[in-house]
């Protein structure tokens, strides 16, 4: 291993393992992957007390430097979500492989047929902030997509880290997997995170898995394609239409079930003719969350703070919220396309032709209709463990899984055409 003092080196030399292990990866068989993930799987679950011991570790380091809540909270594991962690490892493996399955055929007048095939992207890295679990995940997706990772996690979670990928590699490796398919960045220093995003030729495609701080420096430094996971501003709809027991049970999920996940409401808008708006945001006051409004919902709940004009554009992953009334859908419509980050955003209603305006004129990668927001998760969508929700309009989008981690070649097959 190079220096870790030197990160240019450093990744250069991981690079070229990873190159290495991609390329047999590229041909291996389904079922080996699925059951070296599944070997993968069982040495996580063996290693349960061992990352609880070393996240633990984490948790008291990153509360005493004074971490905020909602970050802790997505730092934390216990053995229910070490267990779950596993789990998603073990869903992977028993999903369809996608790499080389056909996408579409056709066949030329002069005989030539055409195929496009699934093949992997080669290498990822894969620069994450707080979530160990991501270790695992974006192992596991890039193990049965046929690519090699590089992984490198935030400093304050770095014994979680480093026991999981231990505990992964070694069921990996025992399953036949080369041990350098998934690697982990050794080093805590910020210049390794630069030396991966100069890395064109050596990494294939950067993703980032963190805060806005985060990912907009990927985004200003990277010389390698980056598949962006920007903040998640979301918004839940209640329309006019809306059944006031269904809002009140969307609303207080999407805001409270957890609230430093990306698919947490952060901006509730209510049509004004909507009856039952005061007693839709006392609900969420009782759920133990602050709201904040505009003066519109200022006068239906006086108690309430005003919202400034911050905290529309505010990702607050804490239990807060904003709440706007609105002029129906079209206010709400362009509400979202002024405030928010094309994540994921949801409506509450009764009437079908205003849901499917609403699910037609949103421009964000997930859209939902009487539908929490907390459901933009690949597991919710059958697509096993995700490396993330992918909110640019390019290569992939909404949640990031196996598919979204392949690319494409075109493959002819012919019987000695040519072109006089």
């Given amino acids: 291993m190079a220096d870790a003092e030197n990160p240019t080196e450093l990744i250069a030399e991981m690079g070229r393992r990873a190159r290495s292990a991609a390329l047999v990866l590229a041909s291996m068989p389904s079922t080996r992957k699925a059951a070296a993930l599944a070997s993968a799987a069982e040495s996580i679950r063996a290693a349960s007390a061992t990352i609880v011991a070393a996240n633990a570790e984490d948790m008291t380091r990153s509360a005493d430097a004074g971490l905020s809540g909602a970050l802790l909270d997505r730092l934390r594991l216990d053995e229910a979500r070490v267990a779950a962690m596993a789990d998603g490892v073990a869903a992977v493996a028993a999903l369809a492989d996608p790499v080389g399955q056909v996408i579409d055929a056709s066949e030329r007048p002069n005989g030539l047929k055409l195929s496009r095939v699934r093949v992997p992207i080669g290498v990822i890295g894969i620069i994450y902030e707080s979530r160990p679990n991501v270790t695992a995940d974006a192992a596991a997706l890039c193990v049965m997509a046929g690519n090699a990772a590089i992984l490198r996690g935030g400093s304050e979670a770095v014994k979680s880290n480093r026991a999981i990928h231990a505990a992964l590699v070694e069921g990996l490796k025992a399953g036949g997997v080369p041990v350098d398919a998934v690697q982990l960045v050794p080093t805590t220093d910020r210049a390794a995170v630069?030396?991966?995003?100069?890395?064109?030729?050596?990494?294939?495609?950067?993703?980032?898995?963190?805060?806005?701080?985060l990912v907009a420096r990927v985004q200003a430094e990277a010389r390698v394609p980056v598949l962006a996971h920007l903040d998640g501003i979301n918004h839940v709809y209640v329309d006019a239409s809306a059944d006031p027991a269904m809002a009140e049970a969307v609303v207080a999920d999407a805001k409270m079930r957890r609230t430093g996940v990306c698919g947490s409401m952060e901006t509730l808008l209510i049509d004004r003719d909507y009856t039952d708006a005061a007693a839709l945001i006392q609900s969420l006051i009782a759920?133990?969350?602050?709201?904040?409004g505009d003066a519109s919902a200022r006068a239906l709940v006086p108690e309430i703070a005003a919202a400034d004009a911050a905290d529309w554009d505010t990702e607050?992953?804490?239990?807060?919220?904003?709440?706007?009334?609105?002029?129906?859908?079209?206010?709400?419509v362009a509400h979202i396309a002024r405030h928010g980050s094309h994540h994921t955003d949801a409506i509450v209603a009764e009437d079908a032709a205003v849901a499917e305006r609403f699910l037609t004129a949103v421009d964000s990668a997930i859209v939902l209709w009487n539908a929490s927001t907390q459901f933009a998760d690949g597991g919710e969508f059958g697509l096993g463990a995700e490396i993330g929700i992918a909110t640019g309009r390019l290569h992939a989008r909404g949640p990031v899984a196996l598919e979204g981690l392949t690319t494409y070649k075109w493959i002819g097959r012919g019987t000695g055409q040519v072109r006089g």
């Avoid at 630069?194 to 701080?213: E, T």
């Fill in 194 to 213: 630069g030396a991966m995003l100069k890395a064109d030729g050596v990494i294939d495609l950067i993703i980032p898995r963190g805060g806005k701080g």
């Fill in 316 to 332: 607050y992953l804490d239990a807060i919220a904003s709440v706007a009334i609105v002029d129906g859908i079209d206010a709400a």
């Fill in 287 to 292: 759920t133990g969350c602050e709201v904040r």
